[in-house]
């Protein structure tokens, strides 16, 4: 999670995780660093997540921000939504 | 279709272009739950005009014509290792041929990176039983004999 994500875009990002990401493990149990995919989530699920940050966010991922790797962790999703909040 | 394949992968050559496979495997019934839960978005986010269409063309179908046609894109990406590239889900599109296989068309940047690899040709197939959808997609590289199942080169 970089310095100027917001606790409160955490908590977002992880109640977003929550009802979508169907992980295998509690998303508290989660840090920001750990790799989501290595806790379950799918492709399918990724769209999901994707879709409910949109919503959340009040924001749009642009298709060069369509990579895995920008949803591996809460902490990639987070400066994604940094840049795109900033933008 | 499998003989086809087999022989096709059998002919290319090598140090020519890539050949490469990629696999995914969708739930249906989440697929679904996406479609209800997300509406127009999460189908017009994923999949071209004619790929609704045909998904919505017939009755109780669509949902594992949706989680068909995502895992192909899927499979796509995975053997043309697109991960990271950044692409849209609909520049990756699932045709259906008169004979009831499906091909793959690629647009846009799906295309430019395809080509860039050497990519001549991408097979396709795809199942569904139950609960499970599936699809296999395979990256033919320059190969001097197309087949009748390969699709055409990538175009838009």
Known sequence: MTTSTTLQAETQIRDVLRAHGRLNRDVDQVAVGDDLYQSGLTSHASVNVMLALESAFDVEFPDRMLKRSVFASIESIGRAIDELRSA | ?156
């Open chain 2, 1 to 156: 279709m499998h003989q086809t394949l087999t022989q096709e992968v059998a002919a290319a050559p090598s140090g020519t272009g890539p050949v490469r496979l990629g696999f995914d495997l969708v739930q249906i019934s989440r697929i679904e739950d996406s479609v209800r839960h997300f509406g127009e978005a999460f189908e017009q986010r994923l999949f071209t005009p004619d790929e609704r269409a045909y998904a919505h063309d017939g009755t109780g179908v669509a949902a594992q014509r949706l989680a068909a046609r995502f895992a192909a894109k899927e499979a796509v990406i995975k053997a043309l290792r697109l991960a990271e590239a950044g692409i849209d889900w609909r520049d990756i599109e699932v045709c259906r041929l008169p004979d009831g296989d499906c091909s793959i068309r690629l647009h846009g940047r799906a295309r430019e990176l395809a080509q860039a690899q050497g990519a001549r040709a991408i097979l396709v197939s795809l199942s569904h039983d139950g609960d499970y959808a599936g699809a296999v997609a395979n990256v033919l590289g320059s190969s001097p004999t197309p087949t009748e199942h390969s699709s055409p080169p990538p175009q838009s």
